[in-house]
C-alpha cells in the first residue's frame, strides 16, 4: 500500500464513519469515555463496576463473534513465544537483557523498594547478566557472529547459556508480576484499615 502521509491519515479519520456499525461502535466508546471521565468526579464504585462489566462483555461479544479466527491468532502468538523462547532469536535475547538492566536499574535507585525484595531482584537480574556476558565472551572467543541465529545452535554451550538465560528471564517477570500484585492488595489493605 503505497499511501502518502496524509492519504494514510485521512484514511484513518474515515474509519469510523464507513458503515452505519462503525459509528454505533464509534458512540459506545464516546459515551463509555463520558461516563467514565464524569465518574472521575463522582467516583461513584457502582458506575465503576457497570463500566468495568460493559467493556468486559463488548470484548467477550467481539471473541465470541470471532472465537475461530481468534483461537488461530492466539494459537500463532503461543508458536511465536515458544519458539522465541525454545529457539531463541538474538533481537528477542538482547531485548530481555535490555529489560533486566532497566529492572535492575530501577530497582537501585527506588528508594521505597522493601530489603528483601531488593535483594531478591538483584540476585535474579545479576545472574541474567552474568549469564549474559559469558554469552557474549563466548562469541569473542569462538568468533562467532551474532548476526546469525543459526550460529548460536551450534555452539551448545552458547545455546544453552541463552536458554537458561531465558528462563531466568521468565522467573524475574513472574517474580514481579507476583510481587506487584501482592503488594498492589496489601496497599489497598492498608488503605481500608
Known sequence: MDLSLVEKVLTFLKIPFQSFLTIEIFLIFIILYIFLVYNEKRNNKKVKIFLTALIIFFIFLLIFYFQEDISIVFSEIIKTLMRCFYFPNIIFYFLT?????????????????????????????????????????????????????ANIYQHDEMFILVLVSQIIFLILIIYKSIYHFCYIKHQKLKNTQ
Open 97 to 149: 537483557v535490555i529489560i533486566t538492566l532497566i529492572v535492575l536499574i530501577y530497582t537501585i535507585f527506588k528508594p521505597n523498594i522493601t530489603r528483601l525484595n531488593k535483594i531478591i531482584t538483584y540476585a535474579i537480574t545479576l545472574t541474567d547478566l552474568f549469564l549474559f556476558t559469558n554469552f557474549i565472551s563466548l562469541a569473542i572467543s569462538n568468533n562467532t557472529s551474532l548476526t546469525n541465529t
